[in-house]
T-cell receptor, first 114, second 116 residues
Framework: QQQVKQSPQSLIVQKGGISIINCAYE??????FPWYQQFPGKGPALLIA?????SEKKEGRFTISFNKSAKQFSLHIMDSQPGDSATYFC?????????????FGPGTSLSVIP | DAGVIQSPRHEVTEMGQEVTLRCKPI?????LFWYRQTMMRGLELLIY????????DSGMPEDRFSAKMPNASFSTLKIQPSEPRDSAVYFC??????????????FGEGSRLTVL
């Protein structure tokens, strides 16, 4: 129930294309859904986050879509660029034991080729 | 502003040796987290502190692992004795709000540990 599922495991997109990463969860108590971006050799960094009271949030080329009834949310990267090549983690919180923690998905490795 | 600072960045050691990883959180952040990242298991939370007090160590794999936070600006993760299966990237992260609610985790650049 605590698990956050993420797909695909890896993704290759042409420059200028749309990258889509999907996540799903079971625990209806989750009410905070952040996405973290990790470049090689670096730690993850918060990219964008959404709460379930909105169905979509956009920040520049990055958009989170949220489907509360399906318990799914996704990250869309429009006009993907080689600089977007990174690993993306969806997450959900709070953890059932504490508001201090989030549960991370397994990650998606995105490669944007010129 | 300085971010989360971790040392060493790389550590290669032999099985059975003691390993100590260090972390300096962002000033003013009262939460500190230790994560481990591997290909097989992804990002695992090992332990976290609030106001220098360990709150949840349920992710610590076994007694060989220990963590301390003697003050608000310093934490250590110790592995003794180390084993090859401990090879991973260890991240320290800090936050000034509850991460499961609206808080943001600020990660260091990680310590890559290789145990031969």
């Amino acid at each position: 129930q605590q698990q956050v599922k993420q797909s695909p495991q890896s993704l290759i997109v042409q420059k200028g294309g749309i990258s889509i990463i999907n996540c799903a969860y079971e625990n209806t108590a989750f009410d905070y859904f952040p996405w973290y971006q990790q470049f090689p050799g670096k730690g993850p960094a918060l990219l964008i986050a959404i709460r379930p009271d909105v169905s979509e949030k956009k920040e520049g080329r990055f958009t989170i879509s949220f489907n509360k009834s399906a318990k799914q949310f996704s990250l869309h990267i429009m006009d993907s660029q080689p600089g977007d090549s990174a690993t993306y983690f969806c997450a959900a919180g709070p953890d059932k034991t504490s508001y201090d923690k989030v549960i991370f998905g397994p990650g998606t490795s995105l490669s944007v080729i010129p | 502003d300085a971010g989360v600072i971790q040392s060493p960045r790389h550590e290669v050691t032999e099985m059975g040796q003691e390993v100590t990883l260090r972390c300096k959180p962002i000033s003013g952040h009262d939460y500190l987290f230790w994560y481990r990242q591997t290909m097989m298991r992804g990002l695992e939370l090992l332990i976290y502190f609030n106001n220098n007090v360990p709150i949840d160590d349920s992710g610590m794999p076994e007694d060989r692992f220990s963590a301390k936070m003697p003050n608000a600006s310093f934490s250590t993760l110790k592995i003794q004795p180390s084993e090859p299966r401990d090879s991973a990237v260890y991240f320290c992260a800090s936050s000034n709000r509850r991460v499961g609610s609206t808080g943001e985790l600020f990660f260091g650049e990680g310590s890559r540990l290789t145990v031969l």
